[in-house]
């Protein structure tokens, strides 16, 4: 009976020899948590076009969003086991402090305060971005130095009202600010005419004027010029660190993807691939999914179902007419930068 016993569970091993592997601990108590639970709880915004905003179908769409999927992908081998959870600003840090969510990933700037006092780690930038404004474009401002004395709309407990406040102090110029802490309601208090300018990250402007339509977005301009820059992306919490380093190789492996060439619709083609590099990203060879405790084709899967960030740039940031920019890939004049994958 023990012979049998023993054969059977053999057996068993054998017929589900990778999902035994998953449930191995992994040195993180997130992900161990994600896996028992089996989705991700992934922090957005929930209402900033290109990034995350939900479609006609209730699905939450962008950059931001697809990070998550991504990282769901890897982690989970699928990348629809995502829980979305919309915070507001005020509210994103506390929930990953408390540990509502995984994974914080809502348009955040990386800053020395943010990451020194809250118990928070930035993992990895998706997105370099900066501050500027928007205003109507019959009322003659250009640039930012002709707005002394405008009101300005901006949302409460952002580095925005920081940015803000350092952009009129240092030119000693006047402003009435308009604080309003949601973004769909700070948005429709500027078409209100309840300020002269609104500000914000550029990148959440443009999805903002690029979601008024073609005829309306005219009436619009957002100023060039752009107060401060930054990065911002996804954050976790400090004390996991195996998790940190999950979240920032999903990225690094997005980017990676993207200089090789290597594309959701045309993985087949790379099935007999000499090149080492490709290789080692795909799982093909090397073991670079146990140093991260996930199965050697955690990359292979996130790009699978959720491509490299080429593919989610032009998914998401391109139809609001965004350039690439310091997005751009390191081999090609940009910011976005990958460490080797070996």
Known sequence: MRRLALLALLALGLATGPAIAQTRPSG?????AIRARGNLLCG??????????????????GLDADYCRAIAAAVLGDAKRVRFVNLSAQTRFTALQSGEI???????????TREGNLGLLFAATNFWDGTTFIV????????????????????????????????????????????????????????????DAFTTDASQLAGFRWRLGPERAKDYRILPQMISTGPSGSMVRKGDDRWFDVVRW???????????????????????????DIRRLLGREGNLGEALGLDNRWAYEAIRQV?????????????????????ALWTKGGLQFAPPMR
């Open 44 to 61: 957005v915004s929930g209402e900033i076009a290109g990034f995350s905003l939900a479609d006609s179908r209730g699905e939450s769409q």
């Open 28 to 32: 993180s108590a997130t992900l161990d």
């Open 250 to 276: 999903v990225h690094f492996a997005l980017l990676t993807a993207e200089v090789l060439e290597v594309r959701s619709t045309e993985l087949a083609k790379h099935d007999a691939s000499t090149n080492p």
């Open 102 to 112: 995984d994974v914080l990933i809502r348009n955040t700037g990386w800053s020395l």
């Open 136 to 195: 109507r474009a019959d009322s003659g401002v250009t640039e930012p130095g002709q707005l002394d004395g405008a009101s300005v709309c901006v949302r409460p407990g952002t580095s925005t009202e920081l940015d803000l406040a350092d952009f009129f102090r240092t030119r000693s110029m006047r402003f009435t600010p308009v604080m309003i802490g949601g973004v769909t309601e700070v948005q429709e208090a500027f078409l209100a005419g309840r300020c």
């Open 307 to 327: 491509g490299n960030y080429g593919e989610m740039w032009d998914r998401s940031i391109t139809p609001m007419g965004v350039e690439r920019g310091p997005n």
